[in-house]
């Protein structure tokens, strides 16, 4: 099942060539405020129980999002219905101001499943291969690759650093690598909104920290927009612009640094006096630990 949702991104991740036309000052900034993704009043079900209900939110071009919440949440049912794969019960959401599978988004969107860490070692492809996909598409599947296209595959392979890579098999790889390639395959694409559905997920510490940083360079250097689904809090605050905290519906959407404590935290998800005949006994464990040391 994570094979055939790590393809359909593959798919999902198609090749549109073109030139971007230069536009003034004014114009550019305008377009930054201009809504990628707009959702209003989302409700979805699966299997009969509703998983999203009411859900509203809008993304610009250019801003870093992360959607946090525990397991089973709607996190990844969110992004699937964005994607077009979960179809709504009501609502309305629109992506460049299209339906969400419309043509006009073709190549505009690249998604990373959770599937890419754990790649079935039954599959044989390189890194190279995989990154191609992103180029690949229905009207060109079986074409011969342009020039041009080739260029994007490894200019997307040295975004993600993989160069000494690249002709090595998938599943020689570490879960943080196979991240990167999964992410180079949506650049390849020449994606400008990128989603990744719990990226972190299967990949060590320092994996982490460095599939991070380049997830920052690509919002601030390469001007793509992301939305980050995770259940790693702390990641997500280092990196997001902005939080939103999704458990069926959105119950914080702000900046990272006015993320909720964890008291706070609490409160929104409904559980009362969290820690609240510890905390002062922690607090002075603590306290005389120090005083010892002195």
């Known amino acids: 099942m994570l094979e055939i949702a790590s393809i359909c991104g593959s798919l999902l991740n198609n090749y549109t060539e073109g030139r971007v036309m230069q536009n003034s000052k004014l114009e550019l900034e305008g377009q930054s405020q201009t809504p990628i993704l707009q959702i209003q009043g989302l409700s979805v079900q699966r299997s009969g129980t509703e998983v999203l209900r009411d859900v509203s939110l809008e993304i610009k071009r250019g801003e870093f999002v992360g959607i946090v919440g525990p397991n089973g949440s709607g996190k990844s049912t969110l992004i699937m219905t964005i994607l077009g794969i979960l179809k709504a019960q009501s609502g309305v959401i629109q992506v460049y101001g299209n339906k969400p599978m419309a043509r006009e988004n073709i190549g505009k969107i690249g998604w990373v499943s959770q599937a890419a860490a754990s790649i079935s070692s039954n599959i044989h492809i390189s890194v190279r291969e995989m990154v191609s996909l992103g180029v690949v598409h229905v009207g060109n599947m079986f074409n011969r690759k342009t020039k041009y296209q080739r260029?994007?595959?490894?200019?997307?392979?040295?975004m993600v650093g993989l160069q000494d890579k690249a002709s090595v098999s998938m599943n020689q790889l570490s879960?943080?690598?196979?991240?990167?390639?999964?992410?180079?395959?949506?650049?390849?694409?020449?994606a400008e909104f990128i989603l990744l559905d719990e990226p972190l997920v299967g990949i060590d510490r320092q994996a982490r920290n460095d599939l991070l940083k380049l997830l920052d360079r690509f919002c601030h250097e390469n001007q793509k927009t992301i939305l980050m689904v995770s259940?790693?809090?702390?990641?997500?605050?280092?990196?997001?612009?902005?939080?939103?905290?999704?458990?069926?519906?959105i119950h914080f959407d702000g900046p990272s640094e006015a993320f909720p404590a964890l008291l706070e935290l609490a409160d929104l998800r409904g559980i009362n006096h969290v820690h609240e005949d510890h905390s002062k006994d922690i607090k002075s464990t603590i306290i005389s630990k120090e005083r010892e040391e002195e």
Do not use: C, P, V
Request: glycine fraction near 6%; charged fraction near 25%; avoid cysteine.
């Open 175 to 190: 879960g943080g690598q196979k991240q990167r390639a999964a992410i180079g395959r949506a650049l390849a694409s020449n």
């Open 231 to 249: 259940h790693d809090l702390s990641a997500i605050r280092q990196t997001a612009h902005r939080m939103i905290y999704l458990e069926e519906t």
């Open 151 to 158: 260029q994007q595959i490894e200019k997307a392979i040295e």
